[in-house]
């Protein structure tokens, strides 16, 4: 019994850090979401171009320095910061700008494309072969009460606990925080109260790439190999966002949170234990938000809007 | 005087209806590949019963889904089991397997009552992985991950064996279809659908009962997937849950969004647009870049099917149908154009 509680445990806690993973692809959905209504399906994708650069900014800058030291992985981590601001500043202009006043469907298709020639683009300039990343805590680990957790996952924990939080208290308390909300309620009143709305999206976009873009250097040494593939755990947070309600911070953590663990521990030990999950494991994810909606249609911490006629 | 249809010009159907089928015959005469084309012009057909249908839920009553292709893949994998494993005659299969689909729309339905916009889109998302894994899962009857194959169709004694047969049993449901979605649409059914669109609220107060007609949406449009997917099945000979993919969902609404989101023709055009694109129009240009530059062609090809999707929406937002609906008032106000109507 004790063996099933442990294992439990060690699976919640690479859950979190994988939900964590989630959690940050799925602010990124979040943010996007706050000012603009729009669903950016190429999330996934924004992220898998972030761990794209960064492998090329550490090996380039290992092969400077000679050596693969910490402050590689900072500067190229910096780098990569500096080329997601551009990428968010260029999304804008190529999706948000030219269909601002267009139905937020076609928006949707938008970003749809731009995932689409955003994994092709990466797969014709990195080539067919995948990527070995590295990690920059090494194999480090923290063993405590019989718990093994790796260093790189406590990161992501961290990490993405410190951008939920910064983005909270962005939202709730800054003038900008307010102005983007006061935009996604409605941004011709939002423009006539002198907020520049314009300079709103093109923030929001960048925020959302810098997102991916870090999650992306996160989640990349987590995985043994590095190709496109890795997009299509963009597909993966949209539960993990629905389930927190979209638009909500702390509901995209929890959410991912909540699909994290219970993905990590449906493959792990229960299936172990109990036969018929391993039939569902990829799935239960899906099923679970389906029923969450089922009862309440607007997420865990989503708001329900008041429609007008 | 003026009929039921003022605000279209039917005289064109006919002839348009000889074309489709006059098709084949100077495809045959002008190309020696036809056979090719005419497989494309086959998917393309099976395609356009199910966007059409897709647009009468997602652009006419504004529910949108990103799950059509699994209700393609129930219809392919109910009819090749019904006519290879239970013995039925492929006729019934046609009756039956729709109406089958038309349930399984129903159950994704009753979910869609309480859940709105995007939330709906992707818990059709999930209903699509849900089906692909449960297909898997059934593997006793659809043979698993590893496909199945599927017996030639043979309607009313004649068997349909090769692309030009199915060429012309395709299209002449794809003719049933189109006219019956414009005969949901002038109808009560239609407009209860186009008010749900407009405003819920509004719809409600003018006495619609939105449970019963967003199910029936709901219901139409799974018959539509489940038709196209009895078709699909019997055609392609061979299917596996490799084709039913999220992108494939997709796809469907990249089709009806290019054609031009809640008009029939609109999604007609779209799905031939997109289908000719990728298969015809893109390999072609693909050859001569490849000599240029040497990149996999596979992702050459996804990155300019991706880049023309762009393109589109961007400086062609209301579709393919929209922009011929302002060609067409251009030509008719011809020497005097009021200039701001055709920015």
């Not at chain 1, 925080?177 to 423009?191: C, H, R």
């Not at chain 2, 005087?1 to 348009?16: A, H, Q, S, V």
């Not at chain 2, 031939?272 to 490849?290: H, Q, T, W």
Request: hydrophobic share 55%.
């Amino acid at each position: 019994m004790s063996d099933l509680l442990t294992g439990l445990l060690q699976e919640s806690v690479s859950g979190i850090a994988l939900g964590c993973i989630y959690a940050l692809i799925a602010l990124g959905f979040t943010l996007i979401y706050k000012a603009t209504e729009v669903v950016n399906f190429a999330q996934g994708e924004i992220m898998m171009v972030g761990a794209y650069i960064n492998f090329f900014f550490v090996t380039q800058f290992s092969a400077m320095a000679g050596e693969l030291t910490g402050w590689v992985f900072l500067a190229a981590l910096f780098c990569s910061i500096i080329f997601a601001v551009l990428f968010g500043i260029i999304l804008d202009y190529v999706i948000n700008r030219p269909l601002k006043d267009e139905p937020v469907f076609s928006i949707i298709m938008a970003t749809i494309s731009l995932a689409i020639i955003l994994r092709s683009l990466t797969a014709m300039i990195a080539g067919p072969i995948s990527l070995i990343p590295v990690s920059p805590f090494g194999d480090s680990t923290i063993k405590t009460a019989g718990i093994v957790i790796s260093v790189l996952d406590l990161a992501i924990i961290i990490c993405a606990f410190i951008l939920m939080a910064l983005f909270f208290f962005f939202f709730n308390k800054t003038r900008w925080g307010i102005a983007m909300k006061a935009t996604s309620e409605d941004s011709e009143a939002a423009q006539l109260m002198g907020i520049p709305v314009k300079q709103v999206y093109r923030m929001v976009w960048v925020f959302a790439a810098i997102v991916g873009v870090i999650s992306g250097v996160l989640l990349a040494p987590r995985m043994a190999l590095l190709d496109t593939s890795m997009s299509f755990l963009g597909l993966k947070a949209f539960p993990a966002a629905i389930l927190g309600g979209f638009g909500s911070i702390p509901g995209a953590i929890i959410g991912g949170i909540i699909l994290g663990i219970i993905e990590t521990i449906s493959m792990g030990t229960l299936s172990f234990h109990f036969e018929w999950i391993k039939e569902i494991n990829d799935i239960i994810v899906w099923i679970v938000l389906i029923a969450v909606l089922m009862i309440r249609p607007d997420g865990l911490f989503g708001i329900a809007k008041v429609k007008r006629v | 005087m003026k009929g039921r249809y003022e605000d279209e010009n039917l005289k064109w159907i006919p002839f348009l209806i000889l074309a489709v089928f006059l098709l084949p015959f100077i495809l045959k005469g002008a190309t020696f590949s036809y056979k090719y084309y005419l497989y494309i012009l086959n998917m393309a057909g099976i395609y356009i019963i199910l966007t059409v249908g897709l647009d009468l839920l997602s652009g006419f009553t504004g529910l949108m889904s990103l799950g059509h292709a699994a209700f393609l893949a129930i219809g392919a994998y109910t009819s090749a089991i019904l006519v290879d494993q239970a013995g039925l005659p492929f006729e019934l299969s046609l009756i039956i397997t729709p109406v089958i689909v038309g349930l399984f729309g129903l159950v994704i339905g009753f979910p869609a009552l309480r859940i709105e916009g995007m939330y709906l889109g992707l818990t059709t998302m999930g209903f699509g992985f849900i089906i692909k894994r449960l297909i898997i899962a059934l593997s006793e009857w659809t043979g698993g991950s590893a496909g199945l194959h599927v017996s030639s169709a043979s309607i009313l004694g004649y068997s349909i064996k090769n692309d030009w047969d199915n060429y012309f049993l395709i299209y002449t449901f794809v003719i049933i279809a189109i006219i019956m979605t414009r005969r949901i649409i002038k109808s009560k059914l239609g407009r209860a659908f186009m008010a749900i669109r407009d405003s819920e609220r509004a719809a409600e107060a003018s006495g619609i009962n939105l449970a019963k007609y967003k199910l029936i949406s709901f219901f139409i449009s799974g018959m539509f997937a489940g038709f196209a997917g009895v078709l699909f099945a019997h055609t392609s000979h061979f299917i596996s849950t490799d084709h039913f993919d999220i992108l494939l969902s997709i796809f469907f609404i990249v089709m009806i969004l290019v054609g031009g989101i809640g008009s029939i023709y609109g999604a007609v055009l779209g799905t031939l647009f997109v289908v000719l694109m990728e298969n015809m129009f893109i390999p072609l240009f693909e050859d001569g870049l490849a000599q240029v530059i040497h990149i996999e062609s596979g992702e050459l090809q996804a990155f300019i099917f991706g880049l023309i999707m762009l393109l589109f929406i961007i400086f062609q937002p209301q579709g393919l149908y929209g922009m011929w609906l302002k060609m067409r008032i251009y030509w008719k106000l011809f020497p005097f154009n009021p200039k701001k109507r055709f920015t």
